[in-house]
């Protein structure tokens, strides 16, 4: 209720008071002096009932104290609440004497009992404009001056209400509602803008030239306010009972297991427990004494592992400290810390590939690059001095072309290095040209007929080279002179590439002549299906004519 809506009841008695304001300014038939009779009744009854209220408010404080285990805090609390209570009760009291005594100077009542004291039926000084007035008035305008002791009780109530709130932190925005409740007229919003009020005091304000109706009605509005007052107070300091309690309203079953992965046939192990937390609380989290993000209640802790490891060591013990701070509803705030330890692996770099032992010079050389410690966090980069590299499509995939006798790989994954390999670099093997003719492969020892008209002349790669890199092994002889010799002297030569016309020169061939390839100029297409010159190949052929 503390800083919270009003109730309708609440809402009916301020429009009461609007009323009851607006027909003091008047001057009222004994017909309109009728409704403030109405008007006392309905804030009786509503007081009434708010004192009902009230009571159930300090009984519940008393019982919830006692259920709790009667804490220090809360009998603070208690004690307090009772201190409001009997603040209430004793100026309540008070007002109900205030009223005993109006009826009273007006000449009681005419053969009526009344049903509660301050009762405004059937008064005989129902049409009194005067004696309440001079009553309240002071003693230096020629009255009796109660209206000066009444503005001091009630401000005097309103003040030390405002202390026990302050004493138990209530904000300043809710201390300043327990405003002083017997104003003059330059203090009341009603009345302090229209002129016909200006300059008037507390007491002639609310009590002069009206009848004894009114102005039992205006102590009754004085006691809905006082009660108003015990209501928000009570309201604040129930909530402060077991105000360093945190209320868990979200509790969840959580299993911690030693690890997520378990190989087949090991036993996973893992403890159970329940956590809770609370919604109504932002906890502070940090690691270190580094703050960290805060999702849900759930803060999110990440960091790069790091340790230093000595000779054959393969894992490194690491703490951090985790310290969560909440603030208690009561006010402060209270924090929670655990070293937790943790272990850093040694990341072992693992290389697949069909050679790892030495890479082909500019050639895309496959390899699959595995840190298993990392597990799914693996995310790798590669860098490799004395050549280039390509990422492939998977985690781990790199092309590595060499341009110098070694190349360095260099590892890292998600920004940290891990470590790297050198890889020896050696050439491409050389090719063998063939010739091949309409029958097949030429055997140079047996020759070819004298008028073949053709020859196919491949360059054939290393066996081993082809089955390692086939997308590096493509080559094409694109240069080749066949000379047609005959008694040992050249007679007549043809140029070509990979498949060689010999029809110009076959018409002049005889058996025992011989023909001479030679090859030029290899070309080899690499991986990326970029074009190069290739020297490793055999320069010659001379294949015998039959």
């Not at 390899?367 to 985690?395: E, H, M, W």
Request: aromatic share 8%; with cysteine; glycine share 8%.
């Amino acid at each position: 209720m503390s800083g919270g809506k009003e109730t309708g009841r609440q809402k009916m008695v301020g429009m009461m008071y609007l009323v009851l304001t607006a027909l003091l300014a008047l001057n009222v038939s004994n017909t309109i002096i009728d409704k403030f009779v109405f008007i006392n009744e309905s804030l009786v009854s509503a007081n009434n009932e708010t004192q009902d209220r009230n009571i159930q408010i300090m009984e519940s404080i008393v019982k919830t104290v006692d259920e709790t285990g009667n804490r220090e805090a809360d009998l603070k609390v208690m004690e307090a609440a009772k201190l409001v209570h009997e603040k209430t009760d004793v100026l309540m009291t008070k007002m109900v004497q205030l009223k005993d005594t109006m009826v009273a100077i007006t000449g009681g009542y005419i053969e009526y009992e009344p049903s509660y004291v301050g009762d405004a039926k059937h008064l005989a000084g129902k049409t009194d404009y005067s004696k309440v007035g001079h009553y309240m008035m002071p003693i230096e305008e020629g009255g009796q001056g109660k209206g000066q002791e009444v503005k001091d009780m009630l401000n005097g109530y309103a003040e030390d209400i405002k202390g026990i709130m302050s004493e138990f932190g209530a904000p300043e925005s809710e201390v300043l509602k327990f405003k002083p409740i017997a104003v003059d007229a330059v203090d009341d919003p009603v009345y302090n803008k229209d002129p016909n009020q200006a300059g008037k005091a507390f007491a002639q304000l609310a009590f002069s030239d009206s009848p004894t109706p009114a102005c039992l009605a205006t102590v009754a509005d004085f006691q809905s306010k006082i009660l108003s007052y015990e209501t928000r107070a009570m309201a604040f300091l129930s909530s402060k009972v077991g105000a360093g309690d945190i209320a868990f309203d979200q509790i969840v079953a959580m299993v911690r297991p030693e690890s997520k992965y378990v190989a087949a046939g090991t036993p996973y192990k893992a403890e159970m427990f329940i956590a809770a937390s609370a919604s109504a609380i932002v906890p502070t989290m940090t690691y270190n004494g580094k703050p960290i993000k805060v999702q849900g209640g759930v803060g999110l802790v990440e960091f790069t592992a790091s340790a230093k490891f000595s000779g054959k060591e393969m894992q490194k013990r690491q703490t951090f400290e985790a310290a969560i701070t909440i603030d208690l509803p009561g006010g402060g705030d209270t924090t929670y810390a655990s070293i937790e330890e943790y272990f850093v692996m040694k990341p072992v770099i693992q290389i697949q590939s069909a050679s790892v032992g030495a890479l082909y010079f500019n050639c895309g050389n496959k390899l699959d690059v595995q840190v298993p410690a990392l597990g799914t966090t693996y995310n790798p980069r590669f860098s490799a001095k004395g050549g280039s590299t390509i990422k492939g499509a998977t985690a781990g995939a790199v092309t590595i072309v060499p341009s110098a006798k070694e190349v360095v790989l260099s590892v890292s994954s998600n920004g940290n290095r891990i470590g790297s390999r050198t890889f020896g670099v050696r050439p491409i093997p050389a090719v063998e040209i063939k010739a091949f003719s309409d029958r097949g492969e030429v055997d140079i020892s047996k020759g070819i007929p004298a008028k073949t008209p053709r020859l196919s002349i491949r360059a054939i790669p290393d066996a081993g080279f082809k089955e390692f890199l086939p997308d590096d092994a493509k080559f094409q002889v694109s240069q080749i002179v066949a000379t047609l010799v005959s008694g040992g002297v050249g007679r007549q030569s043809v140029k070509g590439s990979g498949s060689l016309n010999l029809s110009a020169i076959a018409s002049s061939a005889r058996k025992g002549d011989i023909l001479v390839l030679e090859f030029k100029q290899v070309k080899r297409k690499n991986f990326k299906g970029d074009i190069e010159n290739f020297n490793a190949y055999n320069r010659s052929m001379s294949i015998p004519l039959k």
